[in-house]
């Protein structure tokens, strides 16, 4: 049908979006069009994209440096350079990021960090700030 061969770019040009305007949503299309007796179709899955979560660590007087560098390798997976450097900037600027996670997980980690703290004596504190 040559009507529709010639229509079909700019038919399917119009419903392809770069970005969705909703918050949170993203659009993505099957690759190629199909065609289904002449009619352009193309199949459309959304996903939400699940909001994030910085994971807070707060500066106090008395946990260890290296407590606080231990934490970080081993609750945030930092390496040992990265981790130094996060105390480092929690110990001079107040607070720093751990880590970015979705809801769930940056509370999870906030737990952890003050179960090992607790556990360990020390006055440590984290939280959850949206990203
Ligand atoms: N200020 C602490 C000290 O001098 C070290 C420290 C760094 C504590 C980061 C907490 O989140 C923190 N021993």
Redesign the pocket.
């Known amino acids: 049908m040559d009507f529709a061969l010639v229509t079909l770019p700019a038919v399917i040009g119009l419903v392809t979006r770069r970005q969705d305007p909703r918050p949170n949503v993203s659009t993505t299309q099957t690759p190629a069009p199909q065609t289904e007796g002449g009619v352009a179709t193309q199949e459309r899955t959304q996903l939400a994209r699940p909001k994030r979560f910085k994971v807070l ?9 290296e ?2 560098v231990d ?1 970080l390798q081993n609750l945030f997976q930092k390496s040992p350079a990265e981790a130094t450097q ?6 001079r600027r107040g ?2 990021v751990a880590g970015i996670y979705v809801l769930e997980i940056a509370e999870t980690k906030v737990a952890q960090v003050h179960q090992r703290a607790e556990t360990s004596g ?1 006055p ?3 939280g959850v700030k949206p990203e």
Do not use: S
Not at 57 to 65: A, F, I, K
Not at 86 to 91: D, F, G, T
């Open positions: 660590l707060l500066n106090d007087d008395y946990t260890p440096m407590f606080v934490i996060i105390m480092l900037h929690v110990h607070v720093g020390y440590l504190r984290a």
